[in-house]
């Protein structure tokens, strides 16, 4: 399932405002909240209001979208205080890392030393 909300996806739900978070930002493409097992200082989730499940799944139609996720996390991370540098980083599948199953980049940033990453 790629385009549409998915009933058991955590991150669906979260952008359905049926699950909470800390939310951090929204707008018509991606919504952010804060990671609720933080690695870093900072560590917050950039997901896509559209269900896509991993970045292998990713095609043409989707580089606006992966551009905004790019681009918009050095302005979260300026209004979220870090001021030292940060990483972005999206896992993929089995293999890469990924336990849940909805696109999804993480920010990371603030004072090393961090708990991992
Ligand atoms: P990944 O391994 O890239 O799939 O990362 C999934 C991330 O989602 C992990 O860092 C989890 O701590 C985080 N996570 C899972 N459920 C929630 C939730 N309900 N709210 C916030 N973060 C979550
Ligand atoms: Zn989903």
Sequence with gaps: MNNDADPDCIFCKIV??????KKVHEDDQVVVFHDIHPWAPVHVLLVPRQHIVSMAEVGPEHQALLGHMMALVPRLMRELGVTGGFRQVINTGRDGGQEVMHLHMHAFGGPRPWQRG
């Design 16 to 21: 359905a405002g049926r699950v909470p978070a």
